[in-house]
């Protein structure tokens, strides 16, 4: 499995490092790659108050309740925390704010790492509470061997003892489940499965694009869509030639080409929805309407170059998509079960 790497800016943290990196591993992979994807694009425009502030009703806003879970209760402080995390920063400033969409989808990152943690506590695989009790001395010693106490700690980087525990028990658990379901065998069939993904097969495309600006609203992107279908209906039906609806509809410079945009490989140079609608294509198919921060697009795979990379010349790659995959997998099973509420502040969040 790999490791996650951030920066360490004192000994403490580095001796926390030592405790917690050993339970990390691939658990970090699935819980952070989804809230990365919208750290890239995120710009500060928070639906959140300053830590400092207080709501008039004695409660300070980082204390305010976001969403339960099964009963557990997740704050602003834990959204706040697991971005700061995400940032490889010790902890945000009571200043800094936060972009609502990335706010949302880390309470969302949040609410699907605890209902698969319940999920594998029902199954018998989560940690016990001796093993957490292990871990979490090991930690405190840690802290003590550099003249720290727990409250410094807090102090120092915002978690309390029982945000730790938590964060212990999670990768504990998560760690245990990804070794008995991501064997070697395993993450050769998923390889095998996916190998145009990680082979670097390139694929020559075409797309149509409905442009949106940066701040379009819902009724701008359901027209654009509703565009995209009914244009992809007339393409499939033979009415147009991809080519010819990309020169007479497209507003992405390509369409002086009919759309296309040469080869492109899975990653690295093309928005991450993009490479993955295209590479979901078979040599002749088009995509249902795709959005990426551009607009809507169509997209036509032309031709397909396949690669020669193995298995384990990729295979860091391959396991971190399949962590991914199986965390998305076992959090989409479990959601049906668990009883998640959302404050009114955050309701949002469940739409």
Not at 60 to 86: P, Q, W
Request: charged share 30%; hydrophobic share 40%.
């Amino acid at each position: 499995m790999s490791r996650e790497c951030r920066p360490s800016y004192f000994r403490v943290r580095r001796r926390l490092r030592g405790t917690i990196d050993r339970l990390r591993q691939a658990a970090m992979t699935a819980c952070w790659f989804p809230l990365l994807v919208v750290v890239a694009s995120a710009v500060a425009a928070s639906p959140f108050a300053s830590e400092e502030a207080d709501d008039g009703a004695g409660v300070a806003h980082e204390d305010r309740l976001l969403a339960t879970v099964n009963g557990y209760a997740i704050h602003e402080r834990h959204v706040r925390r697991e971005i700061s995390n995400s940032l490889s920063v010790p902890q945000l400033s009571p200043q800094a704010t936060i972009n609502k969409e990335w706010a949302r989808a880390t309470l969302e990152l949040l609410v699907d790492r605890r209902v698969v943690l319940d999920g594998l506590r029902r199954d018998k695989i989560a940690a016990s509470d001796a093993e957490i009790d292990v871990e979490f001395e090991r930690f405190r010693s840690s802290l003590a061997r550099d003249k720290q106490t727990l409250d410094d700690y807090r102090k120092a980087y915002g978690p309390s003892a029982e945000d730790v525990r938590d964060e212990m028990a999670w990768q504990i658990s998560w760690r245990r489940y990804c070794e008995a379901e991501l064997t070697d065998d395993a993450i050769a069939a998923y390889f095998d499965k996916h190998r145009r993904q990680f082979d670097g097969t390139r694929l020559r495309v075409s797309h149509i694009l409905f442009a949106l600006s940066k701040n379009a609203d819902e009724k701008a992107v359901v027209e654009a869509t509703e565009r995209a279908v009914k244009l992809r209906a007339r393409i499939v039906a033979g009415d147009v030639s991809f080519a010819d609806a990309a020169m007479q509809f497209s507003d992405a410079p390509s369409k002086a080409d009919g759309g296309d945009i040469g080869s492109i490989t899975r990653r690295g140079e093309q928005h991450e929805a993009f490479a993955g609608a295209a590479f979901a294509l078979a040599v002749g198919e088009i995509s249902p309407p795709t959005r990426t921060p551009h607009g809507v697009h169509l997209i036509r795979c032309a031709a397909e170059q396949p690669g020669e990379k193995k298995l384990a010349d990729v295979r860091e790659a391959v396991v971190r998509a399949a962590t991914t995959e199986l965390f998305r997998r076992r959090a989409d099973a479990e959601r049906p079960k668990a009883k998640i509420v959302y404050a009114d502040d955050a309701a949002a969040a469940s739409e």
